[in-house]
């Protein structure tokens, strides 16, 4: 473990340490701390003079990826104050504190996510519904004119989630259809998880019209299964969301479980 400043030592005696990628929501009795912003990493972590912070229960895109400088440019906007308050519930992977963020009063986990500029983590109900908002209003990354897309995102859909097959998870499948009339041609198209740590990238091919394509985390897919072939599990079986992304990286299916 890395050497953590001071102000997380005191922390890590009260928090639990996260195993995974999965948190609680905030306790009522943390603690809360007025901290000073030194600098914004992304659109879902930034440093403090004493450690680095993320936002508990959401993940902004990478600031390479598709929205991923507008997330960033949001929160450095949110942040852009002497101090703001954080309540710490955790310690990720990397030694970052996990926290509930407020500004002014109000949440900047929340606004993330109800405005668009991060998905929501599948154990926080209260952000999966603040999702659902910002998705059907097509806000910030579930936008259509993004990331160099200018026209109408493919018509393509989650059919079906096999997230705890027979055995040992080695060949859990996502079903994408295509239920328009015209061709899509999935080169450059990514499914991926809500922990954005896994992902698969469609070779080149058509999906036909109401043709469906299934992709297997196991080895030796064939036919119209494609092997993720992935060395690990894929999907939690305690709740997820399946993203696919189109050439742009724009969020053209989605489905959450």
Known sequence: ?????HLWLGLILSCS????RRTQAPPTTASTLSVQVTQVSDGDSFRTTSGEVRLIGVNAPERDECFGSESRQWLAGALDTSTVEITPI???QFDRLLAEVMVDGVSVNQDAVATGHAFALSD???????EDGAREGGRGLWGAVICGGTGEKSTLTIEEVDYNPPGNDDAELVVV???STESVDLEGFVLRDESSINRFAFPRMALEPHAIVAVTTACGGTGDVLAWCSDQP???NDGDAVILLDAFGRVVAFHRY
Do not use: E, K, P, T
């Not at 340490?17 to 995974?20: E, I, M, R």
């Not at 926080?124 to 603040?130: E, I, R, T, W």
């Open 177 to 179: 259809g295509n239920r």
């Open 90 to 92: 955790s310690i990720d």
């Open 124 to 130: 926080f109900d209260h952000l999966v519904d603040l």
């Open 17 to 20: 340490a996260v195993g995974g």
């Open 1 to 5: 473990m890395r050497r953590l400043g």
């Open 234 to 236: 894929v999907w939690n």
